[in-house]
C-alpha cells in the first residue's frame, strides 16, 4: 500500500466474539506478522537507511529481475527475501566490503507489488497466498483448505481504497457460504489482508422439565439467550413451571454464585425482555407440582 501496509486485523490466534472493536483494537499485531513475512518482489519499492552511511539513505525500486543497485555495494538480490533477510544481506555486503563495521541497516516497504495476500485466522492453512489471475474470496479459502469448524460470523477484508485509505469490507459467512450470495464471493485485489475471525465456543447448561437437559456448546458471537437456550435443550416438558425458571451465574473473579429468576412463560410471550446468557450459566427448569 501507499507509505505502508496498514491493516487493522490481528493476526491467526485471533480470538473475536462479534466485537469489530476488538479487531481494530489489535491492528499492530497483524500489521508487523504481515510485514515481517512479505518477501520482497519485483517492482516493489524500498526505502533504504544505514547509520553512518547517508550515501546509502536511499529509495530504490526492485528490478524485474529482482534486484536493486545500491552505491557502494552495487548489485545485490533481494527477490524472495523478508524484510528482516533483506536488512542482513545488504549489512553482509557493507561488512564485506569494509564500508561500515557493524552496520545498522533499516529497510521499509513503501510500496508493495508483488500479487499477493494474506488469509489469517479460521482456516486449515493461514498464510501468504500468489493471486494468479482473478480469484475470489472462496477460492482462496479453498486453496486454504476450507474453514475451520470455529469460524466466526464474519469475514474482513482490508484494502486500500481509490483514495489511498484503507477501505474495510465485512462479509457475511451465512450469506457466503449456506445462502450462496455471489455479491459476498468479493474478487480479491493485491496486497489485500482477510481475516476469518475465530470464535469462542460457550458452555451453557440446560436441566431440569427439558426434553433434552445437558450441556449446549455454542458460539459467543451467538449471543445466546434463555429462550434460545431452551429451544436447543428441546423445548420444555409438559411438566415445566415455566413461571420459576433459575439462572444461576458464578462471578469469574469472585467465585460468587448469583440466581436471576426468569419467567419463561412471560418472555416467550414478549411481556418480558429475554435474558442473554454468559458463559457457564446453568438454566434449571423446575416442575409443577399442581
Known amino acids: 500500500m501507499r507509505n505502508e501496509m496498514k491493516i487493522a486485523i490481528l ?11 476488538t479487531v481494530r483494537a489489535q491492528a499492530q499485531d497483524i500489521k508487523d506478522v504481515f510485514i515481517r513475512e512479505y518477501k520482497i518482489g519485483a517492482k516493489d519499492l524500498l526505502e533504504i537507511k544505514v547509520v553512518e552511511v547517508p550515501e546509502l539513505n536511499l529509495a530504490v525500486r526492485v528490478s524485474e529481475e529482482g534486484s536493486i543497485t545500491l552505491p557502494l555495494v552495487g548489485r545485490v538480490e533481494l527477490a524472495g527475501l523478508t524484510k528482516e533477510a533483506a536488512e542482513r544481506k545488504v549489512a553482509s555486503f557493507l561488512v564485506a566490503g569494509n564500508f561500515v563495521k557493524n552496520p545498522q541497516v533499516t529497510i521499509f516497504i513503501k510500496e508493495y507489488q508483488s500479487n499477493r495476500v494474506a488469509l489469517i485466522g479460521a482456516v486449515k492453512t493461514p498464510g501468504m497466498y500468489e493471486l494468479v489471475g482473478e480469484m475470489s474470496l472462496l477460492e482462496l479459502v479453498s486453496k486454504a483448505g476450507g474453514f475451520l469448524e470455529n469460524a466466526g460470523d464474519d469475514i474482513i477484508i482490508m484494502r486500500e481504497g481509490k483514495d489511498g485509505r484503507d477501505e474495510k469490507l465485512t462479509v457475511d459467512l451465512n450469506d457466503l457460504v449456506m445462502n450462496g450470495t455471489q455479491s459476498f464471493n468479493v474478487a480479491l485485489r493485491p496486497n489485500d489482508v482477510i481475516s476469518v475471525p475465530i470464535d469462542r465456543i460457550l458452555q451453557i447448561y440446560v436441566w431440569g422439565e427439558v426434553k433434552n437437559p445437558g450441556a449446549l456448546e455454542v458460539k459467543m458471537s451467538k449471543n445466546i ?10 423445548g420444555t416438558t409438559d411438566a415445566a413451571k415455566k413461571s420459576a425458571v433459575v439462572i444461576k451465574r458464578r462471578n469469574e473473579k469472585t467465585g460468587k454464585e448469583t440466581r436471576i429468576k426468569a419467567d419463561l412463560g412471560k418472555i416467550m410471550n414478549g411481556k418480558k425482555p429475554d435474558i442473554p446468557l454468559k458463559e457457564g450459566d446453568v438454566v434449571y427448569v423446575p416442575a409443577s407440582f399442581w
Open 11 to 21: 493476526g491467526a490466534a485471533l480470538l473475536v466474539g462479534a466485537a469489530a472493536g
Open 225 to 234: 439467550t434463555l429462550v434460545q437456550a431452551v429451544a436447543q435443550a428441546g
